[in-house]
C-alpha cells in the first residue's frame, strides 16, 4: 500500500513516460530491418514490459483510490493526449496490462512458428496497446475519439494482415465499417453533449447532461449505447466479431477479445452511470434486454460452430451479455435511487470483466497453441491431444472450467455476484414490478446461458484434446514453445489466483464501483466474499476453504480409490469391433441434440445425399451437409443489405456516364444552395 | 511606390472591360490553340488589376497575388496546355454541345445576367468595386458555360481557369482579395488541377487516341 | 471446552455428514425394492447397493488404451463435488455443515462442476456411448437449469437471501405460513427437475442396459472397479443432496434449531422420513412412467419452467 501511494505520489509520471518509451521503442523496432536481432521478437518483449507497467500504474491508481493525470501535446487548440485515470480507468487498465503482457509473450514464440507474424503490421501491435491505454484514460471528447480511432483502425491492420485473401480482407471490411458507424453515432452524442456543456472535457459533460432535457437524454443514451454496443460486441451489432476474431493472429484475438470489446463496456459504465447518471426505468431494462439477448445467442451460436476460434468469439459475445446484464441491474438501480443494489450488480460486471479477460485470453492463446501443433481449428479433426500438449490442455481445461462458471475458478465468482444482483433485484421494493419480473426472467436467461456454456466448452475441451485424434495433423502434434506455454500457464494461474481470492479481488472492486454508484455492498468475510443485496442478510461464498476442502476430498478418493490400483489398459468396447477414431463422437454430433432442442430459434438445415453401389441398395459414400443460419443475419443485416443495394440502384439512374451531365448537376446545386442561402 | 485610388478603379475598370470582351471570345471560339491564347491574356489582365488595387492600398499580399496569378496562370499554365496540345492531332473542338453561335449569344446574356446580379449586391468600400463585380460574375457563369458545353479534356481546363479567374475577381472586388493563405491554396490547386489534366490527357491520347470525354463513359456505380 | 456456539455448528453437521455418506446407498436399495414389488417381483434387498459397491471396490480397473490422464482424476472430482456439495445444504440443523462457505448457488455451481467432469471424461474413451450419453446429459441440463433456477429464486425470495441457511431457519420458524401458494408451485417445479437431476422415469432409465437410452449409464459404461464404484456412490449421493435441498428450501420442518438431544432426534428423523419418501416416490415413479422420448423432455421440462414462472409471478403481482 506504501509503495502505491508513493508512486501516486511521484505523480506518476515517471511511469506514464516509461510506459510511452517503452510502446515507441516497440512500434520502432518492429519496423527496423531484419538484422540478427529478432525485430518483432524485441518489439513484443518491449510491449510485454510496457504492459507490466501499465498494469503497475492500473494498481496503483486502484488500490491508492487517487487518480492520476497525463496532458500531452496540444495540437491546434486541442490536447491530443488528455487523460485522467481515475480508479474506474485503473481497473481497465490491469487488465489491460495482464492481458497485453500475456498476449505479447505468446506472440514471441507464436511468430517463430510461422503464425502471420511475419509481416510488417506487427508494428501497430504496439500502437495498438498504446490507443486502449488512451481510451481507458481520456477526460476529453477529442482525446476520446482520436484514441478510439487508432484503436479501430491499429486493430483492423492486426486483423487483415498484410497479404489478404478475399474472406480475410471481407472480414475486415466489414468490421471497419460497422466500427465507424459506432463512432459516428459516438460523434453525434458527444456533439450534443458538448454544445449544452460549452467544452469538450468529460468534466463538464456531467453537468451538462443533467440540464439536457429528457428527451435529448433519451437519444444521448441510444446513441451511446449503439457506439459502445457496437464495439463490445453486443447483439444485434455483433456481426463483425464472429468474422474478425478468427482471422487474427492468436495473440491479437486474445487481445481484442479480452480487452478491446471491454472497451465498449468502459463506455457504456462511464457514460450510463458517471456521467449521465440516472435516468428511466427502461434504460437499465434495454441493457439487460441486450444482454440477456447476446448471453444466449451467443453461447447458442457458439455450441454450433466447429472452428474453434470462432467458437470462442461467439462466446466473448455471451461474456459481454453477462456483463451487460450486471451493468444494466445497476443502470436500472440507479435510475430508481436503489444504490446498494446498484453497487452489487456493478460489482459483478466489472469483476466478470476482468475475468473474461483472463480466461478468455487462456482459451485463444490455447487455441492458437493447437493450431500451430496440429495445423488446423477445425474441431472435427482434432483430438487426444491431452497426451502430446499437456501444457496447453491443462491451460485449456482451466480456461474452460473457468469461463463454465464452475467453483471455485474466477467465472463462477463473477456469476455468483451477477446472480447475486439479479435475484436481489428481483426483491428489491424501490424497482416497478415489471423491472423485478424482467431481472427474474434473466435469471433464467442466465442459468440458460451456463447451462450451454457447460455444453459447449465440454465439447471444446473434449474435442480438441480428449480420446483419439481425428486427423493426421492432429496425431503428428506436438508441444510448443516455452515462451507460449509460459504465457498460457501464468494466465490459467491468474484464473485460480483471482477465484480462490475472490474475496479480496471483488472488496477492491467493489470500491471502484462505490466511487460510480455511491455505494457497496460487497465485503470481505474473514474466509472470502460476502453480498448483502437485501438489508442484514447476508449470503456468503468463501471461494478458498471450498477450494481447499474441494482439493483434499478429492486428492483423498483419488489415492484410495485409483492410486492404490493401477488400471489396465484395454481396447474401448465397441460391439466387437476393432475401435477406430471415426466411431468417436464429433463435434457437430455432439451438439446435435441442442441444435434440435432449441431448433426454432437455430433453423438447422440439412442435407444428405447418399451415393449407392451400382445396382446394389449398398452406400458407397454418405455425404452430410449442415448449417445454421444466425438469426440477425437473416433476418436484420440481410433485408437492410437489400434494401441498401435496391436504393443505391435507383440512385444509379441519374448516373448516365457524361462528364458534363455530372457538371451540370453540381452547377445547379451550387445554383440551388445560392438560391436558399439568399 | 503606389498609385492613387483613382487611376487603380480606371484601370480596374479597364482590366474588367477586356476580361469580359475576352470571355465572350472564349465562348465563341472553337480553336483550342485561340482559347489557350485568350485564357492567358485573361488571367494575365486579372493579375493586373490585383497588382494596381494592391499598390493603391499598399496591401501586400494582393501584390503577391498578381505576380503568382501572371506568372502560374499567364504563363505557366498555358504553356503547359499548349505543350499538349501540340500533341494531339486534333486542334478544334468539332462537336461542342452548344454552337459557336449559340454561345456567343449565350455568352452575351451571361453578361447581361451578371450586371442585374451585381447591381443588387452589397458592395463594400472597396477600391476595386462597382465595375470588376459585374465582370467577375460574368467570368464565373461564363467558365462553368465552357465546362458544361465542351467535350474535350483541354477545353474543359480552360473553363476551369476561367471560372477561377472570375472568383479571383469577385474576390477582391468586394473585399481586400482573399487571404494569402486562401489565395495561395487556391493556386495551388489549380496546378494541380492542370497537371492532373496533363497526365489525363496523355493517357488519354496514348490510349484513345483523341481528347473527346465523351468517349468516357464508365464513371458510373 | 469446546466454545458452545462451534459445538451447536459442529454437532448436527458432523450427524448430517455421518447420515448422509451411510444411508446413500439404502436410498437407491428402496428406489429399486419399491419398484420391484410394484412390478410384482420380489426385488433385491435395499441393502444390496451397498454389496454391489462393495463387489465393484474389489475388482479390477480396466481404463480405454485411448482415454488420457483425466480418466483417472475424473471420479475423484466428481465425488468431491457432490460430497461438498451435500455439506453446504442443511438436512438436520437449521443451519448446513458448512455454515458460511456457500449459498444455493454454490450448490447448484458444484453440480455442474461434477457434471462437467463426468461429461468429459465420458468423451475420454473415445467410444460412441460415451459420446451420447455426454450429450445428452449436457443437452437435458441445459434444459433443467433455467428452471431449476427459477424454482429456488422463488424460495430465496420468501426468506430474503440465498443463503440455505437462512431459508430453512425462517422456514422451520415460520410454520404453516410459509407454505404461499407461490412456494408451493416453486415446489412442484423443482420436484419434476429432482426426476431429471437424479435421472430417473421419465427422464432417464436408471436400470436400463440398453445403450442406445442410457444416459447417465452412457457415461459411465467404460468405468470398471473402483472407479465405477466411486461414481456410482457420487450418483446416489446426488440423490441425498437433491432431496435435503428440496427439504430445506421448500419442507424445513423438523430441522433443529436448538442443540438439545431431542431436537438432534427429532431431525434426524425427520430428515429420514424426507429421504425416504423421496426414494419411495422416486420407485413408485421408475415403476408406473415410461420413458419419454428425447425429443420430447422439451415439453416435460417446460411444464416445470413455466409452474416455476408462475410461481414467481404469483409472488411478485399477488403478493399474499
Known sequence: ????????????????????ALLGGSTLAAIAPRSRLNPRGLSLALSAVACVAIFVLGMTVVTSGTPVGARVGTVLGFALIDGRYDSLAGLFLIILGA???????????????????TDRTAAAFPVFLASLALVFGADDAFAFLFAWELMALSSALLVVGSRPDRDVARAGYLYLALTHLATAALIVAFAILASTAGSTSFGSFGQAAASLPPLSRDVVFVLL?????????????????????????????????????KAGIYGIVRFGLDILGAGPEWWGLLVLGIGVASAVLGVLYALMEHDLKRLLAFHSIENIGIILIGVGVAILAVGDGATALAGIALTAALFHTLNHALFKSVLFLAAGSIQAAAGTRDLNALGGLARAMPVTALAFGIGAAAISGLPPLNGFASEWLTFQGLIGAGGEGALSLIARSAVLLAVAGLGLTAALAVACFVKATGMSFLALPRSKG????????????AAMV??????????????????????????????????????????????????????????????????????????????????????????????????????????????????????????????????????YRGQVSHVIDERLYRPLHRAAVGAAELVRRLQSGSLQLYLAYAVAALIALLLIAR | MTIDPGTARELVDACAAAIV?????????RSIGRAIWLVAIQSSLTGVAALGVGLATGAGHLLIGGILAIGVKGFVVPLVLGSILRRSALRRERHPLLGPRVSLVAAVAIVFVASAAANGAVLGASVAASRALPAAIAQVLTGLLIVMTRRKALSLVVGLLVFENGIALTAFSLTYGMPLVVELGVLFDVLIAVVVAWVYARRMLDVLGTTSTDRLRSLRG | MIDPIVLQRLVPGLVQAALTLLVAPLLLGITKRVKARLQYRRGP???????????WWSKESVESDASGPLTAAAPAIVLAAVFVATLLVPMVGARPPLDGWGDLLVVVGLMALGRFVLALSALDAGSAFGGMGS?????????????????????????????????????AASGISWYTPALLLAAAAFAILAVAETGHMPVDNPDTHLELTMIHEGMLLEASGPRLAIFMYAAQLKLVLVAGLFAAAFLPVGVATSLTPLALLIAVCAALAKLIGGAIILGVLDASLAKLRILALPGLLAIASIVAVIGLATRLWLPA
Not at chain 1, 474 to 485: F, I, P, Q, S
Request: hydrophobic share 50%.
Open chain 1, 490 to 623: 501464468s494466465l490459467a494461474l491468474a484464473c485460480i489466483g483471482v477465484g480462490i481470492a475472490a474475496g479480496p479481488v471483488s472488496a477492491a472492486i467493489g470500491g471502484v464501483a462505490e466511487g460510480l454508484v455511491g455505494q457497496q455492498r460487497t465485503g470481505v468475510s474473514e474466509l472470502g466474499l460476502v453480498a448483502v443485496p437485501v438489508v442484514g442478510i447476508n449470503a456468503v461464498y468463501s471461494a478458498a476453504p471450498l477450494a481447499v476442502l474441494l482439493v483434499v476430498a478429492a486428492g483423498a478418493t483419488w489415492l484410495v480409490g485409483v492410486r492404490r490400483r493401477k488400471a489396465r489398459r484395454s481396447a474401448t468396447w465397441t460391439c466387437g469391433i476393432v475401435p477406430e477414431p471415426a466411431f468417436e463422437y464429433t463435434a457437430t454430433s455432439y451438439a446435435k441434440l441442442i441444435r434440435l432442442y432449441f431448433g426454432p430459434i437455430l433453423r438447422p438445415a440439412r442435407e444428405v445425399s447418399i451415393e449407392l453401389h451400382p445396382g446394389t441398395p449398398f452406400p458407397r459414400t454418405v455425404r
Open chain 1, 99 to 117: 492481458a497485453g503482457a500475456a498476449s505479447s509473450v505468446f506472440g514471441i514464440g507464436y511468430g517463430a512458428h510461422g503464425g502471420s507474424g
Open chain 1, 1 to 20: 500500500m506504501s509503495i502505491a501511494s508513493a508512486l501516486a505520489g511521484a505523480g506518476s509520471g515517471p511511469l506514464l513516460a516509461a510506459i510511452a
Open chain 1, 474 to 485: 492432429a496425431a503428428d502434434a506436438g508441444e510448443t514453445d516455452r515462451t507460449m506455454g
Open chain 2, 21 to 29: 470582351l475576352l470571355g465572350v471570345g472564349l465562348a465563341a471560339t
Open chain 3, 135 to 171: 450429450s445428452r446429459e449436457v443437452a437435458i441440463a441445459t434444459l433443467v437449469e433455467p428452471a431449476l433456477l427459477l424454482a429456488l429464486a422463488g424460495a430465496a425470495l420468501a426468506a430474503g437471501s440465498t443463503d440455505l441457511g437462512e431459508i430453512a431457519t425462517l422456514g
Open chain 1, 225 to 261: 449505447l449503439l457506439g459502445f454496443g457496437t464495439k463490445a460486441g453486443a447483439i444485434p451489432l455483433h456481426v463483425w466479431l464472429p468474422r474478425a476474431h478468427p482471422v487474427a493472429p492468436s495473440h491479437v484475438s486474445a487481445l481484442m477479445s479480452g480487452v478491446m470489446i
Open chain 3, 45 to 55: 434387498s435395499v441393502f444390496q447397493p451397498y454389496h454391489d459397491l462393495a463387489k
